[in-house]
């Protein structure tokens, strides 16, 4: 691997952020990039402001041969081939890096897909489930973006439950091929790829991976889908008809294709994160530009208080958002050179990431939530320009909407947060059940919080809150429900809420405390701020979900001692966000774009 890394935190469980208490310096920040981190991201910001931005007119009609050429020229300038062993035309640097390029290209989101397609699920089956002479084969083309990946799971009966798949691969008679037979669908790049990580049952039962080329007989595809947003992006259906693939392109061993499908789907997550936020980061500029010189009742609606109270919500969740996804790729960069030296021993890399799977869902629920959010409220500072094509809100409006949907629904991304903890829980993999009853305990014997001290001490309480009314809250509906929560929905749905945002809370408050701790608190001033802000929300969040799973979980006088002790849990005196986001708001009109300090 490169040695980007600054200053790795020491290897840390996926999860149990809930029941430990980090210290800054265990959590790497935005603050942290080296200048080889901060070279890569100048690259890709120029190349998407010099390339991608002035072609996106020709890319929304689909002159896909210009979507073509840009990732050649990402795949030059090694943007593309980050993830990538070097021995294979790749750069290999860390997963930091990979999550900063994903986020500064994201200038464009029909773009970002592509891309995010060829260099992330298309090209990494291949990275880490490859054979030596898979990988020597196929790897140097997709690094350079000469040779253009795409990654086919979905068929029209079976999206979320890909595993349930009907195309079928048969051995031929002479065993030397697999004949595929049947359809996939929405395959983002299908109309221009050259090469598909295609899932098929081999006789109908063994899940499997097969790489697939283009030019194999029997492979087609069909018509490009007309969609609700990035509309520069292709999707279409690809018809497998006796389609021919050499047994050597199976990909992995047959029946473990779901090993394939769902590692590489954590990177997805990953980027797709990022992505949201430097999407998020785009919409403030473009909403803060417009709204300095847009006039009504004689001003600048920049001087509504309604209006810079949104402007100032974005960048504070632009704060958090930026936290949590380095605050993950540091902990998987962490855990990967602990591998040491066996690092091309990509079974221990796999093994690293899917240690933080559940980091990997918040990222990808938050992220897509948060950029809906924010495209939302730049329509609304739009106003009626908001609402028309010629103006970049509507697009922006359009195009962000599908990220909730692939890479696993945001639905099956919560259940697998709650599902992840559970099983974790359970093995014994992470102390959580021991850490529900300690808490049980406190809160029954009436044991008084110790109380935090130092900088930030309130928000630091408000963590620790955040995380006891969650194990709470889970502690009460297990319980009740035992082994049969799993089947209680809406419950892991509120639980998965409370843990995202308690990550969410967490990671920006740990941040403003490293800003604090190299900068002092009057220099960290906007960071402690944006930490601020979303803390507040995010607890009115975490109590309302933990209010709804106690209500469902107990009755009568129970279910009002419990109530009791959540008041308790989340009793605090809430900040001034009006003064805080006047504050942030101030800066971010000055500046015309997110700032820290
Ligand atoms: C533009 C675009 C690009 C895409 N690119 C690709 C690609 O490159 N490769 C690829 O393989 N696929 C791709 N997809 C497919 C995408 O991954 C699926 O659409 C997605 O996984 C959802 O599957 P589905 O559409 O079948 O919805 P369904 O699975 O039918 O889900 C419908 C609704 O039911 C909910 N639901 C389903 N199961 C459960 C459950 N167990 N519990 C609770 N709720 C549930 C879902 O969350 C959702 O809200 C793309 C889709 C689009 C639209």
């Not at 996926?14 to 935005?30: D, H, K, N, Y």
């Not at 107990?554 to 809430?574: F, N, T, V, W």
Request: proline share 2%; hydrophobic share 40%.
């Amino acid at each position: 691997m490169g040695t980007l890394t600054a200053t790795p935190a020491s290897r840390i469980s996926g999860g149990s952020f809930l029941i430990e208490q980090r210290a800054p310096s265990e959590v790497f920040t935005p603050e942290d990039f080296t200048e080889q981190h901060l070279l890569i991201a100048q690259t890709a910001e120029e190349f998407a402001n010099k390339e991608i931005v002035p072609n996106m007119e020709k890319m929304e009609h689909k002159e896909f041969a210009v979507t073509r050429e840009l990732l050649r020229k990402a795949g030059e300038l090694g943007l593309s081939g980050v993830d990538v062993p070097e021995q294979y035309g790749g750069m290999q640097l860390d997963k930091i890096t990979s999550a900063l390029i994903a986020d500064r290209i994201a200038k464009y989101a029909s773009f970002s897909t592509a891309w995010g397609a060829h260099t992330c699920i298309g090209t990494l089956p291949i990275v880490y489930f490859g054979t030596e002479e898979q990988k020597k084969k196929y790897l140097p083309g997709l690094a350079s973006g000469v040779t253009v990946g795409a990654y086919a799971l979905s068929e029209s009966s079976s999206g979320s439950d890909a595993l349930n798949c009907r195309t079928r691969a048969t051995l031929s008679t002479d065993r030397k091929h697999y004949l595929l037979n049947g359809e996939k669908m929405w395959i983002t790049n299908a109309g221009f790829a050259d090469l598909f990580i295609v899932f098929a049952k081999v006789e109908g039962e063994r899940f499997t991976a097969f790489i697939v080329e283009r030019n194999f007989p029997g492979f087609a595809t069909g018509a490009e889908e007309h969609k609700m947003g990035i509309r520069g992006s292709s999707t279409c259906p690809l018809i497998l008809n006796d389609c021919k693939v050499p047994v050597e392109n199976v990909l992995g061993e047959i029946g473990k294709g779901h090993h394939i499908a769902f590692n590489v789907l954590n990177v997805g997550r990953i980027k797709l994160g990022a992505g949201c936020v430097g999407a998020a980061r785009n919409s403030l500029e473009s909403a803060t530009a417009y709204a300095k010189q847009r006039k009504a009742f004689g001003k600048v609606i920049a001087d509504f208080g309604l209006v810079r109270e949104k402007l100032a919500t974005m960048a504070a969740g632009i704060f958090t958002g930026e936290a949590m996804a380095y605050r993950t790729v540091g902990m998987m960069d962490a855990a990967i050179a602990q591998i040491g030296d066996s690092h091309s021993d990509m079974s221990q890399v796999r093994k690293a990431i899917d240690e933080y799977a559940i980091e990997c869902s918040i990222l990808k629920v938050w992220g897509s939530e948060f950029i809906d959010d924010v495209v939302d409220e730049t329509v609304q500072i739009y106003g009626g320009y908001g609402f028309v094509e010629e103006y970049p809100a509507e697009r922006a409006y359009r195009d962000a909407r599908i990220n909730r949907i692939f890479e696993g629904t945001n639905e099956i991304n919560r259940l697998v947060i709650s599902g992840f903890l559970l099983k974790r829980a359970m093995s014994g993999q992470l102390p959580l059940m021991a850490a529900i009853k300690k808490l049980m305990d406190e809160v029954i014997s009436g044991t008084k919080d110790e109380g935090e001290e130092g900088p930030l001490a309130e928000e630091r309480r408000l963590v620790a809150a955040a995380k006891k009314i969650g194990l709470f809250a889970a502690g009460v509906a297990t319980q009740k429900y035992m082994q049969s929560i799993q089947d209680q929905q809406e419950i892991l749905g509120a639980i998965a809420n409370m843990v995202i945002e308690t990550y969410a809370i967490e990671s920006a408050v740990l941040r403003a405390q490293k800003l604090a701790a190299s900068k002092g608190e009057a220099g960290a001033a906007y960071a402690i701020a944006m930490a601020r802000v979303y803390i507040t929300g995010a607890m009115e969040r975490i109590e309302s979900a933990a209010r709804m799973v106690i209500a469902a979980a107990s009755e009568g006088d129970m279910l009002r001692s419990q109530m009791a002790i959540l008041r308790r849990l989340s009793k605090y005196e809430p900040f001034n966000t009006i003064a805080l986001r006047e504050k942030i708001a101030q800066r971010v009109i000055e500046t015309g774009k997110y700032q820290t300090a």
